[in-house]
């Protein structure tokens, strides 16, 4: 029985996952009703709604990928965060991609330490597949940490590798309201059943709403809300539902040339339902940063777009 009470909230909450898409994708339709009826020209004359329709600029860019594309970053930084943790200290972190049309594919590496102690390396490195079109970006993630060996999915508690699964939407480039929804579907993500001493999946999911706003002179702030819907590996399995996340990214970039860049990034990011659970947790703790609820961070790289 409450397996099935489990399962069925599960299911509740990707149903509100899907309708909260849905809202988000219906969003540029809706800017799109504003063009309907007769719009007047700089010349004083008058169009009709579905002329004008045609170049509404919330819709212009849901193009088709053509072509080879690539793209490529890497960054020196003070610390690794990722979903409102704290998950190593200075590192240097690289990706690259390569796509044509929309499939695409990625490589993503982190080398660096676990603390500012700098008593433990910790090497990380991520493979993507995906496709975009339309707006929807899914692809399929494994992450390979070093403790383990390759493509080893054993359901460990802690450490070890994982595969997740990720649906992103992004309203459009002039409107970049972004939806993600990723679930880990093997691998290490699992707790102890106290009852029966067993491991149980996690299915660990993080659902993640967000905007980045373009100021001019290549500045950019990116805002982010990210929760947790139930017992998940990014909470230690110590809580079901969470406010996981509150991150703010400002960003500025500087054009060498056609094709490279150099940027500069500070990153702010609080965890709420850390902070709840154990106000202690906004204390600075130098060697044993995992701890912490409010984490920073300074990064600075090269691009070739």
């Not at 060996?149 to 359901?155: E, P, S, V």
Request: aromatic residues 16%.
């Amino acid at each position: 029985m409450h397996s099935k009470q489990v399962n069925g909230y599960r299911l509740t909450v990707i149903a509100k996952v899907v309708a909260l898409t849905l809202c988000v994708g219906a969003l540029p339709f809706l800017f799109s009703r504003a063009y309907a009826g007769e719009v007047t020209t700089e010349n004083g004359e008058t169009t009709e709604g579905k002329e004008a329709k045609a170049e509404n600029p919330w819709l212009d860019d849901y193009k088709k990928h053509i072509g080879f594309t690539y793209s490529a970053e890497a960054r020196l930084q003070t610390a690794y965060l990722y979903r409102g943790s704290y998950s190593g200290g200075p590192n240097i972190q690289a990706e690259a991609y390569v796509g044509y049309g929309g499939l695409y594919a990625g490589c993503w590496w982190n080398v660096g330490v676990t603390n500012w102690a700098f008593d433990e390396f910790q090497p990380e490195v991520d493979f993507l597949l995906g496709f975009k079109r339309w707006g929807l970006d899914v692809s399929l993630l494994y992450v390979h940490n070093f403790d383990r060996a390759l493509f080893d999915l054993t359901n460990y508690q802690s450490g070890g590798n994982s595969l997740e699964v990720r649906a992103r939407y992004t309203v459009s480039s002039k409107l970049p309201l972004s939806i993600l929804w990723g679930t880990r579907v093997a691998g290490a993500d699992g707790y102890l059943n106290p009852e029966t001493g067993e491991m149980v999946r996690a299915w660990s999911s993080y659902l993640e709403l967000s905007y980045t706003h373009h100021f001019p002179y290549d500045l950019s702030l990116y805002g982010g809300i990210g929760i947790t819907p139930w017992k998940s590996r990014f909470t230690r399995f110590q809580r079901d539902f969470a406010f996981q996340v509150i991150e703010l990214r400002l960003r500025k970039d500087w054009t060498v040339s056609r094709l490279c860049g150099l940027m500069l990034q500070a990153t702010f990011l609080l965890n709420p339902s850390g902070i709840a659970a154990d106000p202690s947790t906004v204390q600075w703790h130098s060697f044993d940063p995992g701890r912490q609820t409010i984490n920073t961070n300074l990064a600075f790289g090269v691009y070739l777009r």
